[in-house]
Every structure is written in structure tokens, then in C-alpha cells.
């Protein structure tokens, strides 16, 4: 689970595991935040027994990301061990949580080890894209550039989960919706709305986003209410038995 800070991750990775439970699939969950204070579920493995980011701040005098880094690069050198436990727990799906700032894992150094050490195992990666930053087509657009640096940076495949369906009103649900199908009134819209440079760049990136909207499946979830926890699931399974996520 990757996404911007409160996009969702936690919160999604409480529900989906409940869902697969429910479901009758074994599941396991890891929490790779240093820094969670609370989570909404209890993780099976978790960093913070590997590191104390409290204990890093204090010593070391960091501020909070510098202590979030320092606690990460922990755990990287620990790495080995987590996925000896993963592997020793034996389910068949793992839901693993990542730090609350998101460039903090997705755009550094540390991010990209665990990531390689967990692809030992077949691993999709779902980008919770926040409503409430892709409402107007400039954040729309934003929003999926970003999803596609982390693709970039991490190399996993991706599957783009729009989270807290139950709280988006209808109709901004439905423009979204409207511009991941329709190139044309993605572009439409974006003239409308935008003038100048905004416009023009807006525009030009619509076109690659395009084919990004089609490189990577969507799905609208809510942890919640559950809605979407199956189009999620079939969404990721689909990847990992059609092979995909040993794409490179
Ligand atoms: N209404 C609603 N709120 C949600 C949903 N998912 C997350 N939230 C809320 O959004 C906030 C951030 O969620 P969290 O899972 O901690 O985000 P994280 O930082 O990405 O791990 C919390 O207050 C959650 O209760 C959802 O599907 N629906
Ligand atoms: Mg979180």
C-alpha cells in the first residue's frame, strides 16, 4: 500500500485484510512505519519492534523525517530478517503498510532495497489515490503523475485505488470516473477549466496519462463500507497470475 500521507493506506490495509479473512484466505499484515502511533489493525510483523523512532529522534536530535529516514535505514539493514519472517508465516496474501510520507519510501534509497527484497514474492503495488487531491483536472493530473513516479521509482506493477468512495459526492466520483475512461473529455474538460501554461501542461500530460489510465487498472474502494474490496482483489490477482508483476 503506497499513497500520500492520510490517502488511506492504513486504513485499507485493516479492511482488505478483513475482507480476505472473510473470504477464507489466509492473510498477514506488516507495518513498515516506524513513525504509526496507532493503526487501525494488529500488525502480524512490525518495524517498530526493529526500531524505535521515538528513541532515534530523541538521541540522535533528528526532526521527524530526518528520524523517519534514519529508522527506515534501520530497517533496511534488517531486511534479511523480514522476509524470513514474512516467508516463515506462510499465507497466501501479505498486505504491507508503508510509511505515512510517501516520498520518504517511494523516492529513496531504502524504499527501493525493501521493495526488491519483498519482489522475492510475487508483489503488486496498489497507489491509494486520495479523492480530495484529484477532484479538478489539474489535481486529477497530478495525482496520476505521482502514481507514476512511484511506478517509476519502485517498479512494481500498480494497480490505482481511489479510496474513500463513501465520503466522494456522486457527481465529482462520476468526472473522475469520466476522465480515466475518455481521453476526449479529459481533454474537453481541461480546456474548459484551465487557461495559460496550467492549460497547455495540463494537455500535454493528458495524453501520456491516457495511456498511464490504461497501463494500470482502477478501482474505487471505501474501507469503510468495504465497496471495491472485490474489484480490488481481482484487480491484483489478476496480475499475479497472468504473470505480470515479473514485468521489468
Ligand atoms: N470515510 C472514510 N475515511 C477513510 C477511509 N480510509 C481512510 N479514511 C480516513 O482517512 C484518514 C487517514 O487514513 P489512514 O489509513 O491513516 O491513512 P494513511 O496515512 O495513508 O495510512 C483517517 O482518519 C481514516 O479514518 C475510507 O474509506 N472512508
Ligand atoms: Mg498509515
Avoid at 519482489?119 to 493530473?141: E, G, I, N, Q
Amino acid at each position: 500500500m503506497v499513497g500520500t500521507a492520510g490517502s488511506g493506506k492504513s486504513s485499507l490495509t485493516a479492511a482488505y485484510s478483513e475482507w480476505l479473512k472473510q473470504n477464507e484466505q489466509s492473510v498477514a499484515t506488516v507495518n513498515l512505519d516506524p513513525a504509526a502511533a496507532v493503526l487501525p489493525y494488529e500488525p502480524d510483523i512490525d518495524v517498530r519492534e526493529y526500531v524505535d523512532y521515538e528513541r532515534m529522534m530523541l538521541m540522535h536530535s533528528l526532526g521527524p523525517n530526518a528520524a523517519l529516514i534514519a529508522s527506515i535505514r534501520e530497517v533496511v539493514r534488517e531486511v534479511e530478517d523480514l522476509v524470513s519472517e514474512i516467508n516463515d508465516l506462510n499465507v497466501d496474501f501479505v498486505l504491507v503498510d508503508t510509511p505515512g510520507q510517501l516520498e520518504l519510501f517511494a523516492f529513496r534509497k531504502e524504499g527501493r532495497i525493501v521493495v526488491k527484497a519483498l519482489r522475492r514474492f510475487p508483489s503488486v503495488l496498489t497507489y491509494l489515490l486520495d479523492p480530495a487531491a484529484s477532484h479538478t483536472t489539474r489535481l486529477f493530473a497530478s495525482s496520476l503523475f505521482l502514481a507514476t513516479s512511484v511506478y517509476l521509482s519502485l517498479n512494481l506493477q500498480t494497480v490505482i485505488a481511489i479510496s474513500k468512495l463513501d465520503i466522494v459526492p456522486r457527481r465529482v466520483l462520476a468526472r473522475i470516473k469520466r476522465w480515466i475512461t475518455s481521453q476526449e473529455a479529459l481533454e474537453v474538460d481541461i480546456e474548459s477549466r484551465s487557461q495559460g501554461m496550467q492549460m497547455l501542461i495540463t494537455r500535454d500530460i493528458a495524453h501520456i496519462l491516457h495511456d498511464i489510465g490504461r497501463t494500470f487498472p482502477v478501482v474505487t474502494i471505501s474501507s469503510k463500507t468495504m465497496d471495491g474490496m472485490g474489484e480490488l482483489h481481482g484487480a491484483i490477482t489478476r496480475i499475479v497470475s497472468e504473470g505480470e508483476y515479473e514485468l521489468r
